[in-house]
């Protein structure tokens, strides 16, 4: 049996240009997924799922790879996204898991489940950079997926919103080290405060600046988060209002839990013709 022939995506084609192509060649829902938070040194890692609807329905205004959008503009695209997608889903995992873990496994297994999450099962996955198993449907991991696809730039908005907005309600209970301002990243404010007020609960003790100002840098890092934590603070799961963020979006600040949020939209019928599975697809 012949194998079909290779699809050519040119770059000027545009944001829309390979899932419209991956549609072509029969695979109606395609799913993108990213994260937010692989870089930061406190508060959740968190991971998104989006899918859109096929032509002009999916297209929304201002997408982009979060990165290159300002809060503003974020905060417009999310709303869409929430409101336009077949469906999408956002999966948190705290800090204490992160350590527990390794960043890697936790950052894979949260786009795995935030994928699984999805109420309009996907025909195809493209993940931002690292290459998801364990789908069961075929899936491609695209370098800067965020900025050449546009449901992988959706999942990537879905993920930074959430992340930022938590990270503003976590400044109100940590306030000594600006969380609203650089969101647990690396800066030189954040360094500075860490070398003055220590590591809070909300900080990954896996990382090498947290446990040199923890004291604990010569243990392993399970071992370096502190024996007792607050738990009038952080250590609690916190529920967010609407007027912070999606209602379903559970912080999930207790010890080895994973939070996930989600929803979908109606999808529309097939369109005759378009329903042909692809040949010789292989993972």
């Known amino acids: 049996m012949l194998a079909p022939p290779r699809t050519v995506i040119h770059r000027e084609g545009g944001l829309y240009a390979m899932e419209r192509a991956l549609q072509r060649r029969g695979f ?16 959740p890692l968190v991971a998104a799922a989006a899918v859109l609807p096929e032509g002009k329905r999916g297209e929304i205004d201002e997408l982009a790879d979060s990165k290159l959008l300002t809060p503003a503009a974020r905060e417009r695209v999310y709303e869409q996204v929430v409101a336009r997608a077949l469906a999408w889903s956002v999966v948190i995992v705290p800090a204490t898991e992160v350590d527990a873990r390794g960043l890697h496994v936790c950052n894979l297994a949260a786009m795995r489940r935030a994928l699984a999450s999805l109420t309009t099962p996907p025909e195809y996955v493209l993940t ?11 899936g491609l991991a695209v370098w800067k997926g965020d900025r050449v696809a546009a449901c992988v730039a959706a999942a990537s908005v879905l993920a930074k919103v959430t992340r930022d907005r938590i990270m503003v309600e976590l400044d109100g209970q940590f306030p000594d080290y600006g969380f609203a301002v650089h969101k647990g990243y690396i800066t030189d404010e954040h360094s500075a405060a860490l070398k003055e007020h220590g590591p809070c609960a909300e900080h990954r003790f896996s ?3 947290v446990a040199a100002v923890s004291g604990r840098g010569n243990r392993p890092p399970r071992a370096r988060r502190p024996a007792a934590r607050d738990l009038s603070r952080a250590a609690q799961p916190v529920l967010f209002d609407a007027s912070v963020a999606d209602p379903a979006v559970l912080v999930a600040a207790a010890e080895s839990t994973v939070g996930v949020a989600s929803g979908d939209q109606p999808q529309p019928s097939p369109s005759v013709g378009e329903d042909e599975a692809m040949e010789g697809e292989k993972r």
């Open 128 to 138: 931002d950079g690292f290459p998801v198993d364990g789908l069961g449907v075929p």
């Open 207 to 209: 990382y090498v600046n």
């Open 28 to 43: 109606r829902t395609v799913a993108g997924a990213d994260e937010a938070g692989r870089g930061a040194c406190a508060g």
